[in-house]
């Protein structure tokens, strides 16, 4: 078994989705893929439902902290308004940042958290900007590499 890029962070991401979703989240195949789908999902169907694929290759080495890592981030999505855009993945990520930052200080273990999620997120864009629509199927090379060189990461294929 693959060890997770940051097992600190993988403590955060589930420590921070239980706080959010105490009842839990749903994961399907079948999950909204719009910010307007989203909204309604969870306005009127009341549960996140979060999307179960492209799992297997994530820094987090395990299904279920990258499915309360969507969670979380998707939750981010709704409660500051930021749209399935660019810029409202990286308002998301910065909200998820500043979450790291509240519950855990600003210490060099936050700032590494907060570094992975911001590579998680706009990395993962800034490469789908790039390869016309697909996103790094080895998300954990991909982390790896753009955490030494983001532009390099970017340009590559993985």
């Not at 009341?46 to 290759?57: E, F, Q, T």
């Not at 958290?113 to 997120?121: G, I, K, Q, R, S």
Request: proline share 4%; charged share 20%; with cysteine.
């Amino acid at each position: 078994m693959t060890a997770p890029l940051s097992i600190r962070l993988n403590v955060a991401v589930q420590h921070i989705a239980s706080k959010l979703f105490p009842c839990g989240f749903d994961v399907s195949s079948e999950a909204p893929d719009t910010f307007e789908k989203l909204a309604e999902t969870v306005r009127y169907g009341g549960r996140m439902i979060v999307w179960n694929g492209a799992s297997d290759k994530t820094i987090f080495a395990d299904d279920e902290t990258n499915y309360a890592f969507r969670a979380w981030h998707d939750w981010c999505h709704l409660a500051g308004d930021f749209p399935f855009t660019p810029e409202g993945e990286m308002d998301a990520a910065l909200m998820q940042m500043d979450h790291i930052r509240q519950i855990y200080g600003n210490t060099k273990e936050a700032q590494e958290m907060a570094a992975l999620v911001w590579t998680e997120v706009v990395g993962q864009v800034q490469y789908n900007l790039a390869h016309d629509g697909e996103f790094p199927v080895d998300q954990m090379a991909f982390a790896k590499a753009y955490l030494a060189d983001p532009d390099a990461a970017v340009n590559a294929s993985f």
